[in-house]
Protein backbone atom coordinates (compact mmCIF):
# COMPACT_ATOMS: atom_id res chain seq x y z
CA UNK A 1 0.00 0.00 0.00
CA UNK A 2 1.26 3.20 -0.97
CA UNK A 3 1.78 6.04 1.69
CA UNK A 4 3.42 9.07 2.33
CA UNK A 5 5.33 9.96 5.33
CA UNK A 6 8.37 11.07 3.61
CA UNK A 7 8.68 14.00 1.22
CA UNK A 8 10.69 11.09 -0.51
CA UNK A 9 7.90 8.47 -0.98
CA UNK A 10 6.96 10.41 -3.80
CA UNK A 11 9.44 10.41 -6.56
CA UNK A 12 10.11 13.55 -9.24
CA UNK A 13 7.78 11.87 -11.60
CA UNK A 14 5.29 11.52 -9.03
CA UNK A 15 5.05 15.10 -7.89
CA UNK A 16 5.33 16.35 -11.09
CA UNK A 17 2.43 14.40 -11.70
CA UNK A 18 0.89 15.98 -8.80
CA UNK A 19 1.49 19.35 -9.61
CA UNK A 20 -0.29 18.98 -13.16
CA UNK A 21 -3.49 17.36 -11.15
CA UNK A 22 -3.92 20.59 -8.70
CA UNK A 23 -3.19 23.26 -11.69
CA UNK A 24 -6.06 21.17 -13.89
CA UNK A 25 -8.59 20.85 -10.21
CA UNK A 26 -7.96 24.71 -10.24
CA UNK A 27 -8.88 25.08 -13.95
CA UNK A 28 -11.78 22.42 -13.99
CA UNK A 29 -12.62 21.92 -10.51
CA UNK A 30 -17.00 20.47 -11.56
CA UNK A 31 -14.99 17.69 -13.51
CA UNK A 32 -13.44 16.69 -9.51
CA UNK A 33 -16.27 17.90 -7.38
CA UNK A 34 -17.18 13.81 -7.51
CA UNK A 35 -14.86 11.75 -8.21
CA UNK A 36 -14.35 10.68 -3.81
CA UNK A 37 -18.17 10.23 -3.60
CA UNK A 38 -18.30 6.90 -1.62
CA UNK A 39 -14.84 7.13 -0.10
CA UNK A 40 -13.75 8.23 3.39
CA UNK A 41 -10.80 10.19 4.74
CA UNK A 42 -10.23 9.69 8.17
CA UNK A 43 -8.26 12.75 9.65
CA UNK A 44 -6.49 11.52 13.02
CA UNK A 45 -4.74 14.41 14.31
CA UNK A 46 -3.40 13.89 17.93
CA UNK A 47 -1.70 17.30 18.38
CA UNK A 48 -3.21 20.88 17.64
CA UNK A 49 -3.59 21.69 13.83
CA UNK A 50 -6.42 24.01 12.35
CA UNK A 51 -5.28 25.08 8.76
CA UNK A 52 -3.67 21.20 7.90
CA UNK A 53 -6.57 19.41 9.57
CA UNK A 54 -9.17 21.83 8.12
CA UNK A 55 -7.10 21.32 4.57
CA UNK A 56 -7.56 17.87 4.60
CA UNK A 57 -10.82 17.73 5.12
CA UNK A 58 -11.91 20.71 2.56
CA UNK A 59 -9.78 18.48 -0.04
CA UNK A 60 -11.79 15.49 0.73
CA UNK A 61 -14.91 17.70 0.76
CA UNK A 62 -14.18 19.11 -2.58
CA UNK A 63 -13.91 15.70 -4.60
CA UNK A 64 -17.29 14.98 -3.39
CA UNK A 65 -15.67 12.39 -0.28
CA UNK A 66 -16.63 12.20 3.09
CA UNK A 67 -14.52 12.78 6.63
CA UNK A 68 -14.69 11.24 10.12
CA UNK A 69 -12.23 11.91 12.35
CA UNK A 70 -10.30 13.48 15.95
CA UNK A 71 -8.71 16.69 16.17
CA UNK A 72 -7.06 16.23 19.73
CA UNK A 73 -5.42 12.69 21.65
CA UNK A 74 -7.60 13.78 24.92
CA UNK A 75 -10.28 12.51 22.76
CA UNK A 76 -9.18 8.91 21.67
CA UNK A 77 -8.57 5.96 22.76
CA UNK A 78 -4.52 6.61 22.92
CA UNK A 79 -5.65 8.74 26.03
CA UNK A 80 -6.34 4.99 27.45
CA UNK A 81 -3.19 3.76 26.30
CA UNK A 82 -3.94 2.31 22.61
CA UNK A 83 -0.33 2.28 20.88
CA UNK A 84 -0.76 3.85 16.62
CA UNK A 85 -0.17 0.55 15.29
CA UNK A 86 -3.68 -0.55 16.53
CA UNK A 87 -5.34 2.83 15.97
CA UNK A 88 -3.77 2.37 12.58
CA UNK A 89 -5.11 -1.30 11.92
CA UNK A 90 -9.36 -0.20 13.49
CA UNK A 91 -9.31 2.57 11.35
CA UNK A 92 -8.55 0.62 8.02
CA UNK A 93 -11.63 -1.02 8.96
CA UNK A 94 -13.88 2.56 8.95
CA UNK A 95 -11.89 4.50 6.48
CA UNK A 96 -10.49 4.68 2.85
CA UNK A 97 -7.33 6.53 3.67
CA UNK A 98 -5.82 8.50 6.80
CA UNK A 99 -4.28 11.54 7.36
CA UNK A 100 -2.38 11.65 10.74
CA UNK A 101 -0.66 14.45 12.80
CA UNK A 102 1.37 13.36 15.83
CA UNK A 103 3.95 14.89 18.47
CA UNK A 104 5.93 11.47 17.90
CA UNK A 105 8.25 11.16 15.51
CA UNK A 106 8.11 8.08 13.50
CA UNK A 107 4.59 7.84 14.39
CA UNK A 108 3.29 8.03 10.61
CA UNK A 109 5.61 5.63 9.59
CA UNK A 110 4.27 3.24 12.52
CA UNK A 111 0.80 3.50 11.28
CA UNK A 112 1.52 3.22 7.58
CA UNK A 113 3.17 0.04 8.20
CA UNK A 114 0.13 -1.13 10.17
CA UNK A 115 -2.73 0.41 8.16
CA UNK A 116 -4.20 -1.37 5.43
CA UNK A 117 -5.32 2.10 3.66
CA UNK A 118 -2.70 4.40 2.75
CA UNK A 119 -1.69 6.73 5.58
CA UNK A 120 -0.45 10.67 4.61
CA UNK A 121 1.75 12.30 7.04
CA UNK A 122 0.25 15.32 8.28
CA UNK A 123 3.33 16.70 10.31
CA UNK A 124 5.28 14.26 13.13
CA UNK A 125 7.09 15.66 16.04
CA UNK A 126 9.91 18.23 14.45
CA UNK A 127 11.00 15.44 11.33
CA UNK A 128 8.53 15.83 8.55
CA UNK A 129 5.45 17.69 7.22
CA UNK A 130 5.80 16.22 3.21
CA UNK A 131 2.16 17.95 2.66
CA UNK A 132 3.14 20.89 3.58
CA UNK A 133 5.69 21.09 1.50
CA UNK A 134 3.93 19.86 -1.63
CA UNK A 135 1.70 23.33 -0.80
CA UNK A 136 5.29 24.94 -0.97
CA UNK A 137 5.97 23.48 -4.31
CA UNK A 138 2.97 24.16 -6.10
CA UNK A 139 2.98 27.86 -4.91
CA UNK A 140 6.92 27.83 -5.92
CA UNK A 141 5.68 26.78 -9.46
CA UNK A 142 2.84 28.85 -9.56
CA UNK A 143 4.99 32.07 -8.38
CA UNK A 144 8.43 31.28 -9.83
CA UNK A 145 7.34 28.79 -13.01
CA UNK A 146 10.76 26.56 -12.05
CA UNK A 147 12.09 25.05 -8.65
CA UNK A 148 16.07 25.04 -10.42
CA UNK A 149 18.44 28.10 -10.47
CA UNK A 150 16.97 29.69 -7.13
CA UNK A 151 18.53 31.29 -4.02
CA UNK A 152 16.36 29.91 -1.43
CA UNK A 153 16.64 31.35 2.40
CA UNK A 154 15.42 29.46 5.31
CA UNK A 155 14.86 31.87 8.18
CA UNK A 156 13.60 31.18 12.03
CA UNK A 157 13.49 28.08 13.62
CA UNK A 158 15.59 25.55 11.22
CA UNK A 159 16.26 23.13 13.95
CA UNK A 160 12.72 21.92 14.80
CA UNK A 161 10.56 23.43 11.84
CA UNK A 162 9.67 20.21 10.24
CA UNK A 163 8.19 22.00 7.08
CA UNK A 164 11.95 23.45 6.24
CA UNK A 165 13.38 19.80 6.32
CA UNK A 166 11.23 18.44 3.89
CA UNK A 167 11.14 21.58 1.30
CA UNK A 168 14.59 21.22 1.58
CA UNK A 169 14.51 17.52 1.20
CA UNK A 170 12.40 17.78 -1.57
CA UNK A 171 14.04 20.59 -2.99
CA UNK A 172 17.76 19.02 -3.13
CA UNK A 173 16.51 16.34 -6.06
CA UNK A 174 16.50 19.42 -8.32
CA UNK A 175 19.89 21.16 -9.59
CA UNK A 176 21.14 24.89 -9.14
CA UNK A 177 20.08 25.87 -5.83
CA UNK A 178 21.43 27.78 -3.31
CA UNK A 179 20.29 27.43 0.00
CA UNK A 180 21.16 29.98 2.70
CA UNK A 181 19.96 29.04 6.20
CA UNK A 182 19.22 32.54 8.63
CA UNK A 183 18.77 31.27 12.30
CA UNK A 184 20.30 32.01 15.52
CA UNK A 185 23.28 29.43 16.18
CA UNK A 186 20.91 27.45 18.75
CA UNK A 187 18.29 26.80 16.35
CA UNK A 188 20.35 25.54 13.11
CA UNK A 189 19.29 22.87 10.65
CA UNK A 190 19.95 19.69 12.00
CA UNK A 191 22.48 17.39 10.76
CA UNK A 192 20.76 14.85 8.92
CA UNK A 193 19.17 17.16 6.95
CA UNK A 194 22.33 19.64 5.99
CA UNK A 195 23.55 15.85 4.87
CA UNK A 196 21.07 15.30 2.34
CA UNK A 197 22.32 18.55 0.44
CA UNK A 198 24.21 17.42 -2.77
CA UNK A 199 28.13 18.74 -2.76
CA UNK A 200 28.00 18.96 -6.60
CA UNK A 201 25.00 19.87 -8.90
CA UNK A 202 25.43 23.67 -8.82
CA UNK A 203 23.67 23.60 -4.72
CA UNK A 204 25.54 26.07 -2.63
CA UNK A 205 24.75 25.71 1.28
CA UNK A 206 25.31 29.23 3.71
CA UNK A 207 24.40 29.75 6.90
CA UNK A 208 24.31 33.06 8.41
CA UNK A 209 22.81 34.73 11.67
CA UNK A 210 22.09 37.72 9.38
CA UNK A 211 18.83 38.93 7.52
CA UNK A 212 19.56 41.71 6.54
CA UNK A 213 22.49 40.86 5.14
CA UNK A 214 21.61 38.44 2.83
CA UNK A 215 18.19 39.74 1.76
CA UNK A 216 19.13 41.46 -2.03
CA UNK A 217 20.41 37.75 -2.98
CA UNK A 218 17.05 36.13 -2.40
CA UNK A 219 14.47 34.73 -4.76
CA UNK A 220 12.33 33.07 -1.78
CA UNK A 221 12.38 34.28 1.36
CA UNK A 222 10.79 30.76 3.58
CA UNK A 223 9.89 32.40 7.49
CA UNK A 224 9.24 30.25 9.98
CA UNK A 225 7.79 30.39 13.49
CA UNK A 226 9.73 29.38 16.49
CA UNK A 227 7.94 26.21 17.70
CA UNK A 228 7.70 26.81 21.45
CA UNK A 229 6.26 23.38 21.60
CA UNK A 230 8.83 21.65 20.74
CA UNK A 231 11.62 23.39 23.74
CA UNK A 232 12.61 21.50 26.28
CA UNK A 233 13.91 25.03 28.23
CA UNK A 234 11.04 27.54 28.39
CA UNK A 235 13.54 30.28 29.08
CA UNK A 236 15.36 29.63 25.37
CA UNK A 237 12.24 29.71 23.94
CA UNK A 238 11.68 33.70 25.17
CA UNK A 239 14.93 34.32 24.14
CA UNK A 240 15.51 33.42 20.95
CA UNK A 241 11.15 33.89 19.71
CA UNK A 242 11.90 37.50 18.93
CA UNK A 243 15.35 36.54 16.67
CA UNK A 244 13.89 37.90 13.26
CA UNK A 245 10.80 40.19 12.79
CA UNK A 246 10.18 40.39 9.11
CA UNK A 247 8.54 43.88 8.27
CA UNK A 248 8.37 46.38 5.23
CA UNK A 249 12.13 48.46 6.21
CA UNK A 250 13.50 44.60 6.17
CA UNK A 251 12.44 44.09 2.71
CA UNK A 252 13.41 47.36 1.36
CA UNK A 253 16.83 45.75 0.23
CA UNK A 254 14.66 42.63 -1.10
CA UNK A 255 14.33 41.60 -4.93
CA UNK A 256 11.53 43.24 -6.70
CA UNK A 257 10.07 39.63 -7.32
CA UNK A 258 11.45 37.81 -4.22
CA UNK A 259 8.49 35.50 -2.30
CA UNK A 260 7.71 35.44 1.04
CA UNK A 261 6.65 32.29 2.43
CA UNK A 262 5.59 31.00 5.41
CA UNK A 263 3.87 27.58 6.63
CA UNK A 264 1.53 29.64 9.13
CA UNK A 265 0.48 29.73 11.78
CA UNK A 266 2.75 32.85 12.26
CA UNK A 267 3.05 34.77 15.49
CA UNK A 268 4.61 37.72 15.22
CA UNK A 269 7.55 37.06 12.72
CA UNK A 270 5.70 38.52 9.92
CA UNK A 271 4.65 41.48 10.87
CA UNK A 272 1.40 42.25 9.55
CA UNK A 273 2.38 45.27 7.84
CA UNK A 274 3.93 42.88 5.35
CA UNK A 275 0.71 41.63 3.54
CA UNK A 276 -0.15 44.59 1.53
CA UNK A 277 3.24 43.30 -0.59
CA UNK A 278 2.86 41.83 -3.53
CA UNK A 279 5.48 39.49 -2.46
CA UNK A 280 3.73 38.42 0.36
CA UNK A 281 2.24 34.75 -0.84
CA UNK A 282 1.77 32.78 2.24
CA UNK A 283 -1.89 33.06 2.16
CA UNK A 284 -1.90 31.51 -1.37
CA UNK A 285 0.71 28.92 -0.18
CA UNK A 286 -2.62 27.93 1.96
CA UNK A 287 -4.79 27.55 -1.38
CA UNK A 288 -2.73 26.04 -2.61
CA UNK A 289 -2.34 23.04 -0.42
CA UNK A 290 -5.79 22.60 -0.94
CA UNK A 291 -4.95 21.69 -3.99
CA UNK A 292 -1.98 19.45 -3.50
CA UNK A 293 -4.05 17.09 -0.73
CA UNK A 294 -6.94 17.31 -3.29
CA UNK A 295 -4.57 15.93 -5.94
CA UNK A 296 -2.54 13.85 -3.42
CA UNK A 297 -6.36 11.56 -1.81
CA UNK A 298 -7.05 11.26 -5.08
CA UNK A 299 -3.33 9.44 -6.74
CA UNK A 300 -3.08 7.26 -3.29
CA UNK A 301 -7.06 5.90 -3.88
CA UNK A 302 -5.93 5.12 -6.97
CA UNK A 303 -3.04 3.73 -6.47
CA UNK A 304 -4.95 1.42 -3.61
CA UNK A 305 -7.10 0.68 -6.42
CA UNK A 306 -4.54 -1.17 -8.35
CA UNK A 307 -3.71 -3.33 -4.64
CA UNK A 308 0.04 -3.13 -5.77
CA UNK A 309 1.69 -3.87 -2.67
CA UNK A 310 4.35 -1.27 -1.74
CA UNK A 311 7.34 -2.72 0.37
CA UNK A 312 8.92 -0.04 2.45
CA UNK A 313 11.96 -2.27 3.63
CA UNK A 314 14.79 -0.66 2.38
CA UNK A 315 17.48 -2.72 1.18
CA UNK A 316 20.84 -1.81 3.82
CA UNK A 317 21.70 -3.73 7.09
CA UNK A 318 20.17 -2.87 10.25
CA UNK A 319 20.66 -3.08 13.86
CA UNK A 320 18.44 -4.05 16.26
CA UNK A 321 20.46 -3.71 20.01
CA UNK A 322 20.28 -0.02 20.55
CA UNK A 323 17.78 2.27 21.75
CA UNK A 324 16.80 5.72 20.01
CA UNK A 325 18.05 8.93 22.57
CA UNK A 326 15.64 11.09 20.99
CA UNK A 327 12.98 11.75 23.51
CA UNK A 328 10.51 12.57 20.37
CA UNK A 329 10.47 9.34 18.95
CA UNK A 330 7.86 7.12 19.11
CA UNK A 331 9.89 4.24 19.95
CA UNK A 332 9.83 6.13 23.78
CA UNK A 333 5.88 5.52 23.65
CA UNK A 334 5.26 2.45 21.60
CA UNK A 335 5.67 -0.34 24.51
CA UNK A 336 5.85 -3.09 21.86
CA UNK A 337 7.66 -1.50 18.67
CA UNK A 338 11.16 -3.02 17.95
CA UNK A 339 13.98 -0.57 17.63
CA UNK A 340 15.58 -1.14 14.42
CA UNK A 341 18.34 1.14 13.47
CA UNK A 342 19.72 1.02 9.53
CA UNK A 343 23.05 1.54 8.80
CA UNK A 344 24.00 4.89 6.46
CA UNK A 345 27.92 5.27 6.72
CA UNK A 346 30.08 1.51 7.90
CA UNK A 347 32.91 3.41 7.73
CA UNK A 348 32.20 5.80 10.29
CA UNK A 349 30.03 3.29 12.06
CA UNK A 350 26.90 5.53 12.08
CA UNK A 351 23.45 3.90 11.93
CA UNK A 352 20.26 5.89 11.87
CA UNK A 353 16.92 5.33 13.53
CA UNK A 354 14.50 4.36 11.15
CA UNK A 355 11.15 5.77 12.67
CA UNK A 356 12.77 9.15 13.37
CA UNK A 357 15.94 9.34 12.06
CA UNK A 358 18.14 9.98 14.79
CA UNK A 359 21.73 9.04 13.91
CA UNK A 360 23.87 6.91 16.32
CA UNK A 361 27.05 5.66 16.41
CA UNK A 362 27.80 1.91 16.62
C1 LIG B 1 3.45 24.12 10.28
C2 LIG B 1 3.51 22.84 11.04
O1 LIG B 1 2.50 22.34 11.49
O2 LIG B 1 4.61 22.33 11.16
N1 LIG B 1 2.16 24.55 10.00
C3 LIG B 1 1.42 24.01 9.03
O3 LIG B 1 1.59 22.92 8.59
N2 LIG B 1 0.50 24.77 8.50
C4 LIG B 1 4.30 25.17 10.85
C5 LIG B 1 4.14 25.55 12.28
O4 LIG B 1 3.38 24.98 13.04
O5 LIG B 1 4.85 26.50 12.65
Known amino acids: MKSVVDILD ?5 IDELLDTALDIIDHPAKYAEICRGKKLATLFFEPSTRTRLSFEAA ?3 LGGNVIGFSSASSTSASKGESVADTAKVISCYADIIAMRHPKEGAPFVAAKNASIPVINAGDGGHHHPT ?3 A ?3 TIKREKGQFSGLTVGFCGDLKFGRTVHSLITALCRY ?4 FVMISPDE ?8 NEIPQGRGFTYTETTDLEAVMPTLDILYMTRVQQERFTDIDEYLRLRDAYILNP ?3 VTAKKDMIILHPLPRVNEISVAVDADPRACYFKQVQNGKYM ?4 ILKLLNDAKGGKAEDKEQEGTYLYDFKCDNPRCITTTEQELRQVFRVVSPENRICRCIYCDTKKRY
Do not use: C, F
Open 10 to 14: LSVKE
Open 60 to 62: MYE
Open 132 to 134: QTL
Open 136 to 138: DLL
Open 175 to 178: ENIN
Open 187 to 194: LKLPGYVK
Open 249 to 251: EKL
Open 293 to 296: RMAL
